[in-house]
């Protein structure tokens, strides 16, 4: 029996087409972008993205915020900095070595221990650096956020070139905290990281005109695709697709 084809993704050509006309712009132009992904739950967003992306050549990180995180910041970012080193480290053994050297190239010792301590299999591009740092900021202080923050952009900015950009999906943003609002705020408006593009969804009925996320999309005035429900009729062609059938749908 042959396998089933992929569902096709009813009512949501326009959103796609609308994502991937954006990721193009944005890989002429070269520079940083966000965008984001708004909708109510079971609306497609995560899918949207996924889509929009398994054809790129891309290198790309998935994070996922969850409730009760909001005083764990890093962790979404961390979970994003790990997706890219494993593709990196899944690549082929050129692709690989390519980017050990850009990254060795970028980073100090200290710097790739930073980012060691975010994720530890980072020490696994570039073995010869793994543990080499000895001075750090306390954790918790303000110097130790900042030191953090210049070590995830720092990284982007090595890895992240024009013939195999980074992408970010950040998913569930309701429930981001401050600090990494902070630190993709640095990584989007700071000259030296380009070639970086982040995708953050988010359920709008959890974000009000208050929320930190309202505020900085009103403020930089972040493009921004909004989901709706399902028409009756969309739902029907789904189903029938599912189904294989028109009867009793």
Known sequence: ????????FFGREKELQQLRDLFSIFKQDGTSEVIFVSGPTGSGKATLVEKAF???KCLYGVGQFEAGEMKKPFTSLAHCVLALVQAILDADAACTEKYAKLIKSSLTPQDAYMLELLTPEARLIVPEYARQGDKFPKPGSKECFEYCKYTIRIFLRAIAVPERPVVLFMNNLQWVDKTTIDILKSIIFFPDVQHCFIVGA??????GPDHMLSKWIEED????????Q???DQLYEILVEILGTK???
């Not at 005035?221 to 709706?228: F, S, V």
């Open 54 to 56: 398994k054809e790129e």
């Open 230 to 232: 399902f028409e009756p």
């Open 1 to 8: 029996m042959l396998p089933k084809p992929e569902l096709s």
């Open 221 to 228: 005035a972040i493009n921004t695709i909004d989901l709706k």
């Open 202 to 207: 988010y359920k709008h009925e959890d974000v």
């Open 247 to 249: 009867d009793n749908v």
